[in-house]
């Protein structure tokens, strides 16, 4: 995991729950290739195509609410999302996603300050994003946490940690 992550903002509103993220009936799937592919495709024909192209997922309040499955996280790692800032997010989907090696923040003014298509830049380390000239401030991520990230998720960090 870089130190600056940065991209262009796809942009959704409140709870999006993990059935949107992604359907049930695909959870049989392990692979974000595989995942994202179906990811948010109950929102319509033109999901999750397009999707593709941006870099960072910002979202409202209760992101990730619903059912407690892996997959969501996966599934916007195989869209290429580098990232995910939200007003909040359900608990759940908040570990799978550092588990899965997926960064998130919690940044309410960033979230209410960017459109679709911005440029913003994460810097996890020191608790900002950058929109424009603007800078929000957001909870540091937690050493132990970046470490994870920085694996590329708990099973990775685990195995790179082992000892016998």
Do not use: W
């Not at 600056?4 to 999006?16: H, P, S, T, W, Y």
């Not at 996890?124 to 957001?138: K, Q, S």
């Amino acid at each position: 995991m870089n130190k600056l992550i940065e991209g262009r903002v796809f942009k959704f509103g409140d709870n999006i729950n993990s059935d949107i993220i992604i359907p049930g009936r695909y959870l049989i799937h392990i692979d974000p290739d595989t995942l994202a592919a179906h990811a948010f495709e109950v929102l319509g024909d033109d999901y999750p195509e397009r999707l593709r192209g941006f870099d960072i997922l910002a979202a409202g309040r209760n992101f990730g609410c619903g059912s407690a499955r892996e997959q969501a996280a996966t599934a916007l790692i195989g869209l290429g999302f580098r990232a995910v800032v939200a007003v909040s997010f359900a608990r759940t989907f908040y570990r799978n996603a550092i588990n899965a090696g997926l960064p998130i923040a919690e940044c309410p003014a960033l979230v209410e300050a960017v459109s679709e298509g911005d440029a913003v830049s994460i810097d996890l380390e020191a608790g900002a994003a950058r929109a424009g000239d603007a800078v929000y401030e957001f909870p540091r991520v937690p050493g132990s946490v970046r470490r994870i990230l920085e694996a590329g998720g708990l099973a990775a960090y685990l195995k790179a940690h082992h000892r016998e």
